[in-house]
């Protein structure tokens, strides 16, 4: 049988389980597993023999399981649970459970990059600054008021204090510093220009899309995203508002005690060390998925 992890906390969690009951009997070894123990019981899965596994949860649950993983060629399916479920849309993986549990079962492994911060693996995005206050704000007003309203109130609350950290960047031996109120570091290269807000560029350049952003007060912040989200990131990134680019690898040298990993908010020790790591997963795509 296939051992397959799914996050009781999921707002899906049942449907998950049904859709997975729902390809038969003996196929999927289901287990309910919290976020905080995930990352042991995918590893003892791969002590135990498994070849692939399956994770239902969100692109937080997703990146547990690829940090268990890494180091060996076990693969990985997804069964969709989150509220953006971004590596599923880029893999083309269904967002529907019932055709997302076939998939797992019939599907294709192909390798799949991924970047890591001090040695924790992501599989979409990380960041620094502005972001982690707007999280740990969300997360405090969604139960009350939903996850779009809270949004809303506290990306508001952000605008009228706009945080900012002061970083060195190290990239390709040029030391960079900024007082910033946001790093954003995608894997893969990235498009802020909507419809295709925060996804990865179709056919575009490998590597860490490491982005800076140059003004610090929340209305020009602001004026900022709304010009990436009209124009795109490469015609905001040719102006002194914004640095973009592309690396293997670099550093925040100072004053960070937490970033946003997948999502998530985690506590960090300084400097940060970014790495890309190409090919490092093989998850599980439709067979017509290419390479």
């Known amino acids: 049988m296939i051992p397959a992890f799914v996050n009781p906390l999921a707002g899906n969690a049942d449907e ?12 999927f070894d289901v287990h309910r597993s919290p976020p905080i123990e995930l990352a042991a019981r995918i590893r003892l899965a791969v002590e135990r023999g498994a070849r692939r596994i399956v994770v239902a949860g969100g692109d937080g649950s997703i990146g547990t399981a690829a940090g268990a993983l890494a180091g060996t060629d076990v693969e990985l399916a997804i069964l969709p649970g989150g509220t953006l479920n971004h590596l599923a849309k880029d893999l083309a993986i269904p967002l529907d459970l019932d055709e997302a549990a076939r998939l797992a079962v019939a599907g294709r492994s192909i390798p799949v990059d991924a970047g890591s911060m001090n040695g924790r693996l992501f599989v979409n995005t990380s960041s620094v600054g502005a972001y982690v206050r707007f ?9 009350r008021l939903g996850y779009h309203v809270a949004s809303l109130v506290a ?13 060195a960047l190290n990239v390709a031996g040029v030391e960079r510093r900024y007082v910033t109120p ?4 995608g894997v893969g290269e990235r498009e802020l220009k909507l419809p295709t807000l925060g996804a990865r560029i179709p056919g575009g350049q490998p590597g860490l ?4 952003v140059r003004e610090r007060s929340g209305g020009r912040t602001l004026a900022l995203g709304l010009a990436a989200a009209a124009r795109g ?37 300084s400097p940060l060390e970014y790495r890309y790591l190409a090919g490092h997963l093989r998850i599980v795509v439709p067979r017509q998925k290419g390479v």
């Open 16 to 27: 998950s389980c049904d859709a997975l009951a729902s390809v038969g009997i003996g196929v």
């Open 135 to 143: 999280v740990r704000d969300r997360e405090r007003l969604e139960r």
């Open 155 to 167: 990306g508001t609350r952000l605008l009228l204090r706009m945080p900012t950290v002061h970083i």
């Open 182 to 185: 946001l790093v954003f570091v």
């Open 209 to 212: 899309h490491v982005m800076v």
């Open 233 to 269: 990131v490469d015609a905001v990134s040719r102006t002194p508002a914004l640095d973009s680019f592309l690396v293997n690898s670099f550093r925040i040298e100072r004053r960070v005690k937490t970033a946003a990993v997948d999502g998530e908010i985690r506590r960090v020790d």
